[in-house]
């Protein structure tokens, strides 16, 4: 378990915006914080510690911020930190610039620079790291500080769906997943603000290629229900080889075709065991994740967990009792 929570209602009336504050700059890039709504302070905070990298979903109400140049004299972790607005809007200024976020955008700050800000009632998740660990040059990095980051294409977006899949699956990880899951969000990160400066060829080739692996992962996985899903579409998609596609998914010990065909089936096992789905017929099931021939689907789905797709259903979704529990059908981690 590596995943941490922290809930006001837990803490008596008087003490609540004390112990979250104290708690948030035990964790976090120490910060001032006041707020008009101390007597009865509500928030939440779900952190997932991957050891170099913090991802940390809360949930508080209307809030000043800020971080004077006394206060980083006095303490600074040297991390840059980034947020994901999904709920209300926050406003945050550093190095001359002010932006007010909103849903699905995001913002990079940097602890080692003065900045202030303020929130509503926000829901978002904030992800901070070392500033060592990005191979971007600082001074770099400081063009892309404080500005709107839309997340709704490309590498934001990606990042965005990482993200919210890392609080999801949060208390499935275990310590042994952390350095993975850190490196792939650190590339991801560095991705991103590199796509966003025009600077690609500031990243270390093993970070380039293992966030075009994520990109291409979660490509496969939106569009599993294209029957014509193929390598070549892949590859077509991200301006790369068929060959060189083979190589990337080679590196990883796995086939093109052998990955598209486990997730399907594990997008089929999942539904076939969702009792809100019990009256969705089985070949539509199969068509929805790609599957066009339906004696060919129950063959691979017998060949995999040992039963056929009827009686899987049947042991899942009985008549009576409670719902079963909804299997993950993708590693941890990914988009």
Not at 118 to 132: K, L, N, W, Y
Not at 160 to 178: S, V, Y
Request: contains cysteine; positive net charge.
């Amino acid at each position: 378990m590596i995943e941490t929570v922290f809930r006001s209602e837990d803490v008596p009336s008087a003490e609540r915006f004390a112990r979250w504050h104290e708690m948030s700059n035990r964790k976090h890039a120490p910060v001032m914080i006041r707020s008009d709504h101390k007597a009865d302070f509500q928030a939440t905070t779900r952190n997932l510690d991957l050891g170099a990298v913090q991802v940390t979903e809360l949930t508080f109400p209307p809030v000043y911020v800020s971080r004077p140049p006394k206060l980083i004299r006095q303490s600074d972790p040297e991390t840059f930190a980034v947020w994901l607005g999904l709920r209300g809007t926050m406003e945050i200024a550093q190095g001359g610039r002010c932006v007010e976020l909103a849903r699905d955008e995001l913002v990079l700050y940097d602890s080692s620079r003065p900045y202030h800000g303020r929130a509503d009632a926000v829901t978002g998740v904030e992800v901070e790291f070392f500033r060592a660990l990005m191979p971007i040059p600082s001074n770099a990095i400081a063009r892309i500080t404080a500005i709107r980051i839309p997340a709704g294409e490309g590498i934001p977006a990606l990042f965005h769906r990482h993200l919210i899949e890392l609080i999801r699956q949060a208390p499935r990880f275990r310590p042994a997943d952390t350095a993975r899951l850190a490196t792939i969000t650190l590339d991801l990160m560095a991705a991103m603000c590199a796509s966003l400066i025009e600077a690609d060829n500031c990243l270390p080739p093993e970070t380039r290629q293992r966030a075009l692996q994520a990109q291409i992962h979660d490509f496969v996985l939106r569009n599993l229900g294209d029957p014509d899903l193929s390598a070549d579409t892949i590859a077509a998609a991200h301006q790369i080889s068929v060959s060189y596609l083979y190589k990337l998914f080679e590196q990883q010990g796995l086939t093109v075709a052998g990955w598209i065909r486990q997730r399907r089936l594990g997008r089929c096992r999942r539904d076939l065991a969702d009792p809100q789905l019990s009256q969705v017929p089985i070949h539509a099931i199969a068509t929805r994740w790609g599957f066009t021939n339906n004696a060919h689907f129950s063959r691979l789905f017998r060949a995999a967990y040992g039963m056929c797709p009827k009686d899987y259903r049947a042991i899942r979704t009985p008549s009576k009792g409670v719902s079963p529990q909804r299997l993950a059908d993708d590693s941890p981690g990914q988009a």
